[in-house]
Each structure stands twice: as structure tokens, then as C-alpha cells.
């Protein structure tokens, strides 16, 4: 379904005519390359702008270039490019914002990766910071410098004006300006050899002519002070490569031109992504073994395509002559040792009298010929190397030791499995998971865990499907959905007065399952505490129709009422006016949430109790339970919740129980697994409760929130600011008809929790210990 410009007259009406109008221009492109909340935060983005009120340049400039770098990079790009902005408005002139966003496409298509983009927004932040004059002019210049250097080259090239003219601000404006000869000698010395975008659509179809696929290329940009880092590596199947290569020198006469060194090293990244695959044996092998196991595996992976593809042997060959392959030395490290094998195994007619060398040689053939279990037999060969190399009593350091080949990969993708680093595989909750295919005697007897969860280090899979006694197959029984996609929500920044847009992240993530025995055993515990809610709940004024007697206009006449008002005149008393009935349908249209906090504080433990120590998380459960078990009863539909954060990109929410879920044995599982770690990130939990409680119909919506500390998280240090975000959220929640009330176990939450949820809309309980039987009863007393 298309998204009009329409659909949004109060972003036009906002934006002005001007802005109107190129926003028209531009949406076409928009809507195509932007999602749906992306684009709302887009407009978002625009109208926050305006509200700056540093003229319409700047609205413009952002519109214009928001398309064209979430096209190269991706939408988040934009709204990390936006935050910047509003960083830096109260630091520079609005023109200098006008150039930022003019010139930020340029700089989106010269990096094209959002990691290095990001890396780019920071040096702006330092530079602002403490070369406020060299902004302006390195922005104008942004695109000669992005021609001839990488982005590791830019950050040194601008550290060096900044250290050399700290204080000069008319000499910082003329060396970002490259209008001096130190900043030209700088820049040249910075000047490398080819940049990854200038040949990146060579490099993929090269690769796709090879074995006729796709291969996903992205550059990295390594350690831009001390170079290091600067090697190829494959991760989730991306093809990570230097973001510039320079020509490299074999000897007196040999250069290889830099386009052939990235070829080489592309070729060699893809055929491993062809040929090898990850196993878990590899994964927990000691570093000594995995230098062995790589020496193997890439003589392996040359080897096989170097015959399919006879181009390609003889530039591996001759890029593999490093210093080590030249001039063997009997003294050599291990490191060295070990690049002289891999270039012994892939060319015959290397010679080298090193016992490891010729020990590699003759284990080598074996390797190839193996079909069956090849890494277990690879791996036996490094464990048989890795045994001598001790006995020769040769040093190894994998920080010290690296490789000196310019195109081999740093092998990572041998024994770390997709998803597990960096990447957020969404459908496993970005846990990394092996999948086992086994037979089913294997399944029968080894299986430990019944039912896994998201966090499952392995998942069996059978060839067939397992049926059950009753003639039902286990995936019909207990088959899952898959996890919900991830969502991103703004975040207020309370010191600009604006928001980020799409500045955090939440992944819905199943619950682990506990034992439902543990509830049980609570509620036994409880059990006069129970029977007390259970009288309270029998007060409370049923759903039905309701009868109010005793007013004066009613629908109908209370007959005994009126006998007693005609008495009291003939005896010439007053006589009480109410001699009505009033009839009216009362029905109890309430959805709650229970939102729980669970950080890693909740698992401190607490000694008011007489039957030994006790930690929040407890005490936040066994209330959760007592207050489920009220809500049950009553009949109001409800829904239990939990979150955490590990910073702005992973805010982790938990759903214990749905609106339509009966609380049933699985319900009392999932609270009986709750665990408590890591952050407190509540605003973006908040929104992300509103957004499904907007999802179920109901007159009147409660959110009540069980926390025992302040918003805080470990990417923010402004204690501050996500005590105004959380604020903000919660008047949000407000606007769309969503009550929220704060149930604090802080005994110092006075100082802050009011403030953000309104004095008659919180409560600080004392004793910690009170809490299972203080939170149903303040339900009760709130919805009657």
C-alpha cells in the first residue's frame, strides 16, 4: 500500500511552503527507499528541524539528503546523522549544519558502510570540540578529501591540524581548507594507493563471474592510529576488506598493482565463504591449534579453487612471498613458520627444510583426500603441529604474531558461528545457535532440554518429522512463531528539546520457561493473603446493570421511598426528595499492564525478611503472581511484561503473558524463569508497552510499572537524560489514553520519580517486603 505525502497535512501546514515543496520532489524517492516508521520518523526529523528556528536552508538541506544516504548506507544512517545535527546546532551556525547535510550524501557514498559513516559523525564531534574553525572549511573540501583517503587517513590527517593549531584559529580555517602546504604534504602522505569504492562494483562482478553468486563486500577501516586491524575477515557472510590498498612490493622488480591485491583478496574471502564451514570443535580449539587449523584451511580453500580456476593459484602464489617465504630463518617465530607452510602447501616447488614445514607437507594430502570428517581430521593434523611446536619450544602470541600476507583473511569465520558477533540475528534473538541435523536414536536419548528457547546453544533437526503417540507431529504440538521483528522508537534529548528519531531498539525475546511447581508453592505460601484479595475482589461493584437509589431524578420511583416522603407530609414533616432510581449499564472495560524492571539490581538481596534472604526479583515476582491471580479473578483482561537494556541498540522485552493468553501453567513457567541483568533503559520500554496495549481494544488502559531504581543505562552517563526521556514517554502514554503509575522499591526515589510521573501517580514503598501484598490492593484501590 503506497504512503502518500497526504496523509501528513500537519507536517506541510508545519513545514511551510518552501519545504512543502521540496519534500514533494523528493518523496517519491522517499517512500521507496524508507520503511514505514522510518519515514515517519523522516518527517519527524524535518518538523524538529523547523522548530529550531535556524531558517529554512536547513530543512531543506536535510530533506534532500535524507533519501540518498539511507539509499547507500541504510535509513538508520539518517537518523544518526540527525542526532548529530541536533548536537551540534548550539555549537556552529545553521550554515555550517546546511553544509553538514549538503555534503553528507558525498561522504554516505565514499564510505558506504554505516559503521565508517558513524565513525565520520564522531570526528565531527571532536573537531567541533576542539577545532571549531576547521569545521566550515573541511566540509567544503569533504569530497577532495574522501577521493584520496580513507576514513582512518581523514582522522589522522585532521588530528594532525588539530594538534599543530589548537589555538590558531585563523591557521586551523587555512589547513582544513587545504590551503597550506603542511596540510597538502599531510594529506599526500595520507594518499593511498586505491579505495574500496572506486572498485567495488569491479570487485563483485569479478567474484560473481567466478562461481556465479553473490557475495556481500563491505569495507573496514581497522585502528585508525596505529593501522593495525587492517586485514581482510569474514563475518555473518559479509566480506569485510580494507577500505584502501596500496601497491605491494614482492622484491626489487615485482609490484603488485593494488586492484590485483584486492582481486586476490576477495577471491580468497569467497572461497571460503565456497568451501568452509564453521564446526564446533574448531570453535573451543586453543589459539596454537587455530594457527595451525588456518594454515590448513587456507591452503585447503586455494588449493580446490585453484583448480577450478587456474587464474588464481599464481596470485596467491605470488602474493605469498612475504619476507618470511623469501628468506627463511631458522630462528623464526611461529608466525613466520607458519606463513612459509601455507605457501609450502600450495606451491610444490618452495623448498624448506623446517621439521613443521615438511610435517605439514606430508599431513597435508590427507586433507585433501578426505570427504567424511574433514575438520576432524584437520583438526588432528594441527593438534599433531601444535604438540611439536611446543617440543621446539617456539614462541607464539596472537596479538604479536600477526599475519604479514596482504590478502588472507584472519580465518574467524572457522570457529565463530553467524549471528554471534556484532550482528543481531532477529529470528534467534541474536543468540548464536548451531543447527544439528541427527538421526533419531540421537534424539531420543541425548536430548537434555525438551523445549529450548532462544538462547539454545544448539537446535537438532530431524530429516523427517517425530511424531508423537497420539499421531501428531512435535512441530504441530509445539511449534513457535518466530520472533517479532525489531522496532525502533525516538528518544527525547532534553537538552536540545528534541527528539532522536528511531535512537533505540527493542527486541521482543520469548521468556525462558521456569518451573510452574514454584508458583504453586508461592501461592501456598500466601494463602491468607490470598483469601483476603479474594474478599476484596467480591466488593468491588460487579459488571451488569446497576440501580442507584436515593436521587432525586431517576428513571423510576422507589415505591417505598415515596410512602415514607407521604408520611412525612401528612405528619407536616420535611419530606426527603430522593424518591428516584436511577438505572444505568455499568461495564468494566479495563485492559492492565504489569511492566517489571529487570535489571541486574533487582537480584540484590534483602534481609527484613524472618525466613532468610530474599532479593527483589522475588519479591517482584511473588507480587506479580498475587496480582495476576486478582486480575484473573476479576476478569479484566491483562498482560505481564519485563525489560532490560544493554545500551540505546538492544532494549530486550519480554511478554510473560498477551492480553488473549489464558494465565495458565505456561504463564506461571515464564514468571518462575524471570531473571534479572543487565540496564534500565525506561523509556523505550515504556513506548514499546503503549504500542501493544494501543493494540487491544478497551475504554480504559493502566500501565503499572514495578521498578527499584532510575532509568539508566551503560551508554549514558547525563543521569539526567533518561529521567526526562522516561518523562516524556510517560506524557506520551498520556495522549493516547494510557494511564501509567510507578510502584518504586527505591527508598530514594522521592528526588525523582514525581517529577516524572506526577505526584498523585507513583508510590515509594518503605518496606521492600510489603510489596506482594501492597500491589494488589493498590490495583483495587485504583479501579473501582
Not at 582522522?155 to 589548537?166: D, F, K, L, T, V
Not at 590448513?296 to 602474493?319: C, I, N, Q, S, Y
Not at 524463569?673 to 525506561?682: D, I, N
Not at 478497551?698 to 532510575?710: C, F, N, P, R, Y
Request: charged share 30%; with cysteine.
Amino acid at each position: 500500500m503506497a504512503i502518500l505525502l497526504t496523509d501528513y497535512p500537519d507536517v506541510l501546514a508545519e513545514l511551510g511552503d518552501d519545504a512543502s515543496t521540496v519534500l514533494e520532489a523528493n518523496w517519491h524517492e522517499a517512500a521507496r527507499i524508507f520503511s514505514k516508521r522510518g519515514l515517519e520518523a523522516y518527517l519527524e526529523g524535518a518538523r524538529s528541524l523547523k522548530s529550531l528556528g535556524r531558517g529554512t536552508d536547513l530543512v531543506l538541506s536535510f530533506i534532500q539528503a535524507g533519501p540518498h544516504v539511507a539509499r547507500d548506507i541504510g535509513e538508520q544512517a539518517v537518523f544518526e546523522m540527525l542526532s548529530t545535527a541536533i548536537r551540534m546546532f548550539s555549537k556552529t551556525s545553521s550554515e555550517v549544519l546546511v553544509l553538514f547535510f549538503s555534503t553528507a550524501p558525498v561522504v554516505a557514498q565514499r564510505l558506504g558502510e554505516i559503521d565508517l559513516f558513524r565513525g565520520y559523525l564522531l570526528l565531527l564531534d571532536q573537531l567541533l570540540a576542539q577545532a571549531p574553525r576547521g569545521v566550515r572549511p573541511m566540509l567544503g573540501k569533504i569530497e577532495v578529501l574522501l577521493e584520496q583517503m580513507t576514513l582512518g587517513g581523514l582522522r589522522r590527517w585532521a588530528s594532525w591540524g588539530i594538534s599543530a593549531y589548537r589555538t590558531d584559529f585563523a591557521a586551523q580555517a587555512e589547513f582544513f581548507g587545504l590551503e597550506t602546504p603542511q596540510s597538502l604534504a599531510v594529506l599526500q602522505q595520507e594518499h593511498r594507493g586505491i579505495l574500496f569504492v572506486d572498485v567495488q562494483r569491479r570487485l563483485n562482478m569479478y567474484l560473481r563471474a567466478l562461481w556465479g553468486r553473490d557475495f556481500f563486500l563491505r569495507p573496514t577501516s581497522g585502528d585508525y592510529e596505529s593501522r593495525t586491524g587492517y586485514q581482510p575477515y569474514i563475518e555473518d557472510y559479509f566480506i569485510f576488506v580494507p577500505d584502501a590498498y596500496d601497491d605491494v612490493v614482492i622484491g626489487e622488480d615485482d609490484k603488485v598493482p593494488a586492484l590485483e591485491v584486492y582481486r586476490a583478496a576477495v577471491a580468497h574471502a569467497a572461497a571460503h565463504v565456497v568451501e568452509s564451514q564453521f564446526d564446533t570443535r574448531l570453535e573451543l580449539a586453543t589459539p596454537l591449534k587455530k594457527l595451525w587449523v588456518g594454515v590448513f584451511e587456507d591452503a585447503r580453500v586455494e588449493t580446490l579453487e585453484g583448480k577450478k580456476f587456474p587464474g588464481l593459484l599464481p596470485l596467491w602464489r605470488r602474493l605469498g612471498r612475504t619476507d618470511a617465504v623469501r628468506e627463511p630463518n631458522a630462528d623464526a617465530r611461529l608466525g613466520e613458520i607458519a606463513e612459509r607452510a601455507v605457501y609450502a602447501l600450495i606451491d610444490h616447488d618452495y623448498a624448506d627444510a623446517h621439521p613443521l614445514v615438511e610435517r605439514a607437507r606430508e599431513l597435508f594430502p590427507k586433507i585433501l583426500a578426505e570427504e567424511e570428517d574433514l575438520y576432524g581430521v584437520l583438526l588432528s593434523a594441527a593438534e599433531e603441529l601444535a604438540e611439536l611446536s611446543k617440543e621446539l619450544a617456539l614462541e607464539y602470541s596472537a596479538q604479536k604474531d600477526q599475519p604479514r600476507s596482504p590478502y588472507r583473511d584472519d580465518n574467524r569465520y572457522l570457529w565463530t558461528p553467524a549471528g554471534s558477533a556484532g550482528s543481531v540475528d532477529i529470528l534467534n534473538g541474536g543468540q548464536p545457535q548451531l543447527r544439528k541435523y541427527v538421526n533419531l536414536m540421537e534424539m531420543i536419548n541425548a536430548v537434555d532440554v525438551e523445549f529450548a528457547g532462544d538462547d539454545a546453544q544448539e537446535i537438532w533437526i530431524l530429516a523427517t518429522e517425530f511424531y508423537d503417540d497420539d499421531g501428531k507431529t512435535f512441530n504441530e504440538k509445539e511449534g513457535k512463531e518466530p520472533v517479532a521483528q525489531p522496532v525502533s522508537y525516538s528518544e527525547w534529548d532534553y537538552q536540545t528539546q528534541l527528539e532522536r528519531p528511531m535512537w533505540t531498539t527493542v527486541y521482543e525475546k520469548r521468556p525462558k520457561m521456569g518451573d510452574p511447581a514454584e508458583i504453586e508453592a508461592l501461592l501456598e505460601q500466601n494463602k491468607p493473603l490470598v483469601q483476603k484479595i479474594g474478599k476484596m475482589i467480591e466488593a468491588i461493584q460487579p459488571q451488569g446493570v446497576v440501580r442507584t437509589r436515593k436521587v432525586e431524578d431517576g428513571d423510576d420511583i422507589d415505591i417505598n421511598a415515596a410512602i415514607l416522603a407521604m408520611t412525612d407530609i401528612r405528619m407536616g414533616h420535611q419530606p426527603d426528595p430522593r424518591i428516584g432510581i436511577r438505572t444505568r449499564l455499568h461495564i468494566r472495560d479495563l485492559s492492565v499492564t504489569l511492566l517489571i524492571d529487570l535489571s541486574e539490581s533487582t537480584n540484590d538481596k534483602l534481609r527484613s525478611r524472618t525466613e532468610g534472604d530474599v532479593t527483589v526479583l522475588q519479591l517482584a515476582r511473588e507480587a506479580a503472581v498475587l496480582l495476576a491471580g486478582a486480575l484473573d479473578r476479576i476478569g479484566d483482561p491483562f498482560m505481564l511484561c519485563g525489560f532490560d537494556s544493554n545500551g540505546r541498540h538492544d532494549v530486550e522485552f519480554y511478554t510473560f503473558k498477551a492480553f488473549d493468553a489464558p494465565y495458565d501453567e505456561k504463564v506461571k513457567g515464564r514468571l518462575a524463569g524471570m531473571a534479572g541483568k543487565l540496564s534500565t533503559r525506561m523509556g523505550a520500554a515504556l513506548r514499546h508497552t503503549g504500542h501493544l496495549m494501543e493494540q487491544y481494544p478497551s475504554q480504559k488502559k493502566l500501565l503499572i510499572l514495578l521498578t527499584d531504581g532510575e532509568p539508566a543505562d551503560n551508554d549514558v552517563r547525563d543521569p539526567q537524560y533518561l529521567r526526562f526521556d522516561t518523562k516524556r514517554a510517560v506524557e506520551e502514554l498520556a495522549r493516547k489514553g494510557i494511564r501509567t503509575f510507578c510502584l518504586s522499591l527505591d527508598p530514594y526515589a522521592d528526588e525523582y520519580v514525581s517529577r516524572i510521573f506526577g505526584q498523585r501517580n507513583y508510590l515509594v514503598l518503605d518496606h521492600v517486603d510489603s510489596l506482594p501484598q501492597k500491589l494488589p490492593q493498590l490495583y483495587i484501590a485504583m479501579t473501582k
